[in-house]
């Protein structure tokens, strides 16, 4: 398999402040991994572009970037809430790491690569239309999928989140396209303590309880995730990868193992492969204890691979 693999060295100049779970050393412990694995030069290297702002106005309001462009510091920190922090670097490493998902889009639609993943950060998958939380300043992931929908004319996506958050941003800002399924799982009540919607045709979360480990992550994907991608038949697959379900990570409490990961990209890749021509489009969200953030991904990748 042609595997993208897309980032920027601006991702690794943000800077969230020296006791944020959010760090630069996140992405390093990936590459080592991968390098050390043999896995990192069979790869397809792209840096990741800036995005546009006709890219973010898909997924965002023109007032929440003209304010973000307002407060970006020029030394120093900003906060815009209790857990989103701005340096002078952190708005160049959010436009790349937004643009990682569209040039991702690009590279499967015109053949170049059968998928992608996207080693970025800042995360996007708390950021809604108008609000930044949660790390994240702008919808990595809403934003490649609406490029898929807005400027490759594909009738059908999906996008799948594992990460121990709920997604609520990406939720937020397709609620009502009927083009896009969303389907997640998450520890609840957990941040960001977004209400939980009625599941429908368009929507399948399942929330986890905080003592919820193999059986119940297996259940939710295989009864409920796997029938609804089948019926809907998306055309290209996103996965909001977040890491942070794993039983060493301690920023959550479901104890999810490295398996699980393996497991369940393989059940992603199968859906896409039956509808999707294995289009997948991953970027990184959650994962945040760097030992197991970075085995996971390297199994994450390999099933992209085809190396499993």
């Known amino acids: 398999m042609k595997t993208a693999y897309i980032s920027h060295r601006q991702c ?22 991968l390098i050390s694995a043999g896995l990192f030069d069979l790869l397809r290297h792209y840096e990741a572009p800036e995005i546009s702002r006709e890219q973010l106005l898909r997924v965002h309001s023109p007032g929440y970037l003209e304010m973000l462009q307002s407060l970006a510091p020029r030394q120093g920190y900003v906060r815009l809430d209790p857990d989103t922090i701005m340096s002078p670097p952190t708005l160049g490493a959010a436009y790349r790491s937004a643009g990682a998902a569209v040039l991702a889009v690009d590279l499967l639609m015109s053949g170049q690569a059968d998928n992608a993943f996207c080693c970025v950060r800042p995360p996007g998958h708390h950021a809604e239309r ?15 999928a609406a490029h898929a929908l807005e400027a490759h004319g594909v009738g059908r996506v999906a996008i ?5 958050h709920h997604g609520n941003g990406t939720e937020d800002i397709f609620l009502d396209d009927k083009r896009v399924l969303f389907c997640s799982t998450f520890e609840h009540p957990f941040y960001p303590f977004t209400p939980l919607l009625e599941n429908n045709e368009h929507r399948i979360s399942v929330p986890l309880d905080a003592t919820a480990k193999s059986a119940e992550f297996r259940s939710a994907v295989t009864d409920l995730w796997l029938p609804a991608l089948e ?13 942070d379900a794993h039983r060493d990570d301690e920023i959550s409490h479901v104890s999810l193992d490295d398996a699980h990961y393996r497991w369940v990209t393989e059940q992603i890749a199968t859906v896409a492969g039956r509808s999707a021509s294995g289009r997948v489009v991953s970027t990184l969200e959650g994962g945040y204890e760097l ?13 992209l691979m085809g190396l499993a």
Request: net charge negative; glycine share 8%.
């Open 291 to 303: 030992h197991s953030l970075a085995r996971c991904v390297e199994l994450h990748l390999r099933v």
């Open 12 to 33: 690794l100049e943000h800077d969230a402040g020296e006791d944020h779970p959010e760090t630069a050393r996140r992405l390093g412990a990936i590459e080592d991994r």
């Open 130 to 144: 108008s609000r930044a939380m949660g790390f994240c300043l702008f919808n990595n992931i809403a934003a490649g």
């Open 160 to 164: 799948v989140d594992f990460d121990v």
């Open 231 to 243: 019926r809907f038949g998306p055309e290209i697959v996103f996965v909001s990868a977040g890491f």
